[in-house]
């Protein structure tokens, strides 16, 4: 089956392609192209968008900017993002990584979309051509959404405060038996004083571990004073079960990779 691709010199002008049956947007090709390969024949038309703004890193006054075709490589290499830089890495190798880009991650299924988990834990805000909303709203109805991504925007994290981490089977480029991303603020004396932690594979799309970071309010980052947090870390989770690992396993690791990510 061929599959015909339509050029757009913007967003606007290609929503209202994208509302046809059958259409899907293209940016890096790293889900809608293999899945065509695979012999997927819902989709007969691709659209995408020449813009060279969807491809740009803006990073001022503490604030982030990523248009949606910005690749993975993109981020791993810019001098500005390396706390970001293991989220990107976590995508791929490097042939993928200079493929996809933050825009297709936000809609990758589970066990895929490692960055995604990285944006939602810094309560990114997601811009489409309809207006802005917060990552986690954009996540729960993204089955439905028929609106290009144009960007994300968030606060731009300090290395120290923003921890990321990614378990595979297959190192270094594996698909996740899981992935944790968590942003912690802590007060003078080294206790929690805002926590945001969002998880890889414990549902069909990233979500955020809300018990956990509630236990973590308040806590120094210690063994002892860490256990509620991890033992509330299952808390309304459903992992999914693929090859790669059962829901059981998924379930019995996360409290495990969750106190190493934090006693870091």
Not at 40 to 59: G, N, T
Not at 74 to 83: C, D, F, N
Request: aromatic content about 4%; proline content about 6%.
């Amino acid at each position: 089956m061929s599959l015909a691709l339509q050029t757009f010199p913007t967003v606007k002008d290609a929503n209202a392609a994208l509302q046809a049956s059958g259409t899907r947007y293209l940016g890096g090709g790293t889900l809608v192209v293999r899945a065509a390969n695979e012999g997927d024949v819902s989709v007969s038309d691709l659209v995408r968008v020449a813009d060279p703004d969807l491809a740009r890193i803006a990073v001022s006054g503490g604030k982030v900017k990523l248009g949606a075709s910005v690749t993975m490589a993109a981020i791993a290499r810019h001098p500005e993002l390396a706390a970001l830089a293991p989220a990107a890495r976590a995508v791929g190798g490097p042939a993928i990584r200079n493929m996809a880009t933050v825009g297709g991650n936000l809609f990758a299924p589970a066990p895929y979309g490692d960055f995604a988990v990285a944006l939602l834990a810094l309560d990114a805000a997601v811009v489409t051509a309809n207006g802005e909303m917060p990552i986690e709203t954009f996540l729960a109805g993204r089955d439905r959404s028929r609106a290009i991504v144009a960007a994300v925007e968030f606060s731009l994290p300090k290395t120290e405060s923003f921890r990321f981490l990614k378990v595979s089977r297959v190192k270094p480029k594996g698909i996740s038996v899981l992935s944790i991303a968590a942003l912690l603020q802590r007060s003078a004396d080294g206790t929690v004083a805002s926590a945001s932690i969002a998880l890889g594979c414990m549902a069909d799309r990233p979500m955020r571990a809300k018990a956990a970071e509630n236990a973590l309010l308040g806590c120094k980052l210690t063994s002892e004073e860490i256990a509620p947090a991890l033992a509330a870390a299952g808390e309304g989770i459903t992992p999914i079960t693929d090859p790669i690992a059962s829901a059981w396993y998924r379930a019995e690791v996360l409290p495990v990779h969750l106190g190493r990510l934090l006693l870091s």
